[in-house]
């Protein structure tokens, strides 16, 4: 894709952002690949107000050009693109419901199966770093690992994707999880899936390549069958869920406050 293209690319998922209630005034930011950098918007502007020349072009050693300050967030859009070379755009946003958890130093743990979506058994909220620091750079790269998202504790959340579509799809998910996170622990601390129930969920993702709408049109004109045209199959799990036994082993799960475990500062 051309750098006008891409441009034009960061300001759409800005405004979609938006638009979506995903983000509020300017307390995001998007960046997109480029060869030996990235494309990032740039600091504090109206997203509805931007030209693609106010899109910042900044090699990966942190030098820039274009007549905009980059976001105050450059660090950890170049680290993340730097080493991560599985993505190409990265989100940031101070989503409600997630930046709700962040601020309890909380990320999501595997409360329902679509936690999948960014890649792991849980979601994980950094500890606390100032804005703009290469501080909260290295913290962010942390809780990142082997995942496509993270929380950033009293901030917000980053997500990461191939495609711009990709990540407001994935950011909706995870900001949608967090809000149904929160609204369940008005009841208590709901049960955790098991990390061989989570493997299951990863699998089945993966086969389908789940989030990426395949065009399966595209593929062969011709009538198909799903289990033909998805990846190889999962392994069959040893019980039907039916034959669970009923609440006890969930009952178990629940006894450790395991979110602050994996969620960021321990007291
Ligand atoms: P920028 O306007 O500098 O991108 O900052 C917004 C933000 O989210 C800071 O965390």
């Keep these: 894709m051309s750098h006008k293209k891409l441009r034009q690319g960061i300001i759409k998922t800005c405004v979609e952002m938006n638009r979506s209630g995903l983000n509020q005034g300017t307390s995001g930011n998007v960046s997109h690949r480029i060869e ?15 030209h693609h020349d106010d899109i910042v072009e900044m090699a ?37 419901y997630c930046t709700t958890l962040a601020t309890h130093e909380r990320g999501i743990p595997a409360f329902h199966y679509m936690v999948a979506v960014a890649g792991g058994v849980d979601i994980r909220c950094s500890p606390y770093a100032c804005f703009g620091t290469q501080e909260l750079s290295n913290l962010a790269l942390d809780a990142l690992k082997d995942r496509t998202a993270c929380l950033l504790g009293h901030h917000g959340l980053i997500v990461l994707a191939d495609t711009f579509a990709t990540a407001m799809w994935r950011a909706i998910e995870i900001e949608s999880l967090a809000k149904m996170y929160v609204h369940a622990l008005a009841i208590g601390e ?33 009538p198909k069958t799903i289990d033909a045209t998805i990846k190889k199959p999962v392994a069959k799990p040893t019980a039907p869920a039916t034959n669970r036994p009923a609440a006890k082993p969930r009952t178990r799960r629940v006894a450790k406050p395991a979110p602050r475990t994996t969620a960021g500062r321990t007291k």
């Design 36 to 50: 030996g950098g990235m494309l990032i918007t740039p600091t504090s502007m109206a997203y509805d107000k931007m």
């Design 60 to 96: 990966f050693d942190g030098t820039y050009t274009g007549k905009r300050l980059p976001s105050s967030e450059w660090r950890f859009h170049r680290d993340i693109l730097k080493n991560r070379s599985d993505v190409n755009v990265v989100l940031h946003t101070h989503s409600i």
């Design 190 to 222: 709901p049960p955790r899936l098991s990390d061989k129930e989570m493997a299951q969920v990863i699998e089945q993702m993966r086969r389908m390549s789940y989030g990426q709408a395949p065009d399966l049109d595209k593929v062969k004109d011709t």
